[in-house]
């Protein structure tokens, strides 16, 4: 797998990324293939910064995706769902800041679901059922929102540019 988060600035890259992904056959991938999938994926993320990737982000099809959040307590939860589906969501509502790893250097409000059921399954093919609020919820949607061919520039209400907030948000 190529270690490159494709970009939206790239018209290739965002026509890839505008597409719905498939659903990930566990039948056609043996188990090592999976683990190492699932460990490339989390070492690009984190190389990256990011607390979210999916699969259709590193050029493949698949509905998958990795996730790094940290729980109430402040401990990181490391996640690798595949074939997720939200099954239930509250109607309540939060908005909050977004980026993505695809779209560099911008960010937007984003009004998301605050709780919700994902179901899925594990690297192994083990089903998988999580409630998730908060940020964890956050990044399952953007996630899954990936899978589907959609980006959050989408539905952020404005955009920004982290130059325009000039040199206070800048990388040091």
Known sequence: MEEKILLITNKDDESFLRKKTIPFDFTTHPLKEVQALVKSMREIMKKADGVGLSA???????????????????????????????????????????????????????????????????MRGKKLKINAWGLLARVFQHETDHLEGKLFVDKAKVLHSVEDFGNENEES
């Open 56 to 122: 259709n982000q590193v050029g493949l099809p698949y509905r998958m995706f990795v996730a790094q959040v940290p729980d109430s307590q402040g401990q990181v939860k490391f996640y690798a769902i595949f074939n997720p589906e939200i099954v239930k969501q509250s109607k309540e509502t939060e908005i909050v800041e977004e980026g993505c790893l695809s779209v560099p250097r911008k960010f937007g409000s984003v009004e998301r679901r605050y709780r919700l059921t994902l179901t899925g399954f594990d």
